[in-house]
């Protein structure tokens, strides 16, 4: 245990199976000494997360929340409130687009299915934080994931790409606004890794391929060194990093061709 963040109080939302970012930020966080809370969607997930969190976690908090629900969102952390009293942490790795819009070019994105990827993918970010920042009264930190398809054409990446553009539109005004409280908003912007998500975009192997061939490190990452980065935001020892997109691609993002 390295104690970076020993008795830290932290939010993980988003975790979907042990192959999840999710997950491998969680493991490096209870490894650090935080107090986990998960949140899960529905039953159905709760039952599977309890199965795999609980063979590196003995007892587990999972609470319920849909983030497209604004009192299940409210409930959630009313109970962190009653039960913790103060939060030091959160993670948001939440995104979902209809598999339609992303089988098909983007220019043929539905009104709902724009609506839908925005709503789960960013939103949902400003619904936790407008939750979460009053918990965080000794200061905090709120790490969200993304993906380069935010700033660049990434192929069959589309309206994904889109709503990942409006997060990291969010993390800057997100910042601006609790900065002032001491709470820090940033995101690690992950290189591709085959996780569940990662099956939903078509001729997924051929984005890894072009990583490892002009990367400057010639290979993908793992999510280990994702959630290294992410302990890094949560720490104190990036207490003067906020509103900022960290890339942990192998430098993938700086190459010009």
């Known amino acids: 245990m390295n104690a970076l963040l020993q008795d830290k109080n932290i939010l993980i939302m988003g975790v979907a199976n042990q192959r999840s970012i999710a997950w491998a930020i969680a493991k490096a966080f209870h490894q650090a000494g935080a107090n986990l809370i998960f949140s899960y969607q529905d039953e159905r997930m709760k039952s599977k997360l309890e199965k795999f969190i609980s063979s590196e976690i003995s007892e587990p908090v999972l609470l319920p929340c849909d983030v497209t629900e604004d009192d299940q969102v409210k409930e ?40 839908l990827a925005h709503d789960i993918s960013s939103y949902s970010l400003v619904a936790v934080a407008k939750r979460a920042y009053p918990l965080m009264a000794d200061g ?76 400057p490190l010639r290979r993908a990452v793992s999510v280990d060194e994702v959630a290294q980065a992410a302990l890094f935001l949560a720490s104190d020892l990036s207490s003067g990093i906020t509103g900022e997109v960290l890339y942990v691609d192998g430098g993938y993002n700086i190459v010009g061709v």
């Open 76 to 115: 959630l952390f009313e109970k962190i409130k009653a039960e913790y009293g103060v939060l030091h942490g959160l993670v948001h790795s939440i995104a979902y687009a209809q598999k339609e819009d992303l089988a098909d070019e983007y220019v043929h994105t539905s009104r709902e299915g724009f609506q």
């Open 140 to 215: 905090g930190s709120i790490i969200t994931l993304t993906y380069q398809g935010s700033v660049k054409m990434v192929p069959n990446y589309n309206v994904m790409g889109v709503a990942k553009a409006s997060l990291e539109a969010s993390v800057r005004y997100l910042a601006g606004d609790l900065g002032p409280r001491g709470i820090r908003v940033n995101a690690v912007s992950a290189g591709p890794i085959r996780t569940v998500s990662a099956k939903g975009i078509r001729d997924f192997n051929s984005i890894i391929g072009q990583v490892e061939e002009k990367a």
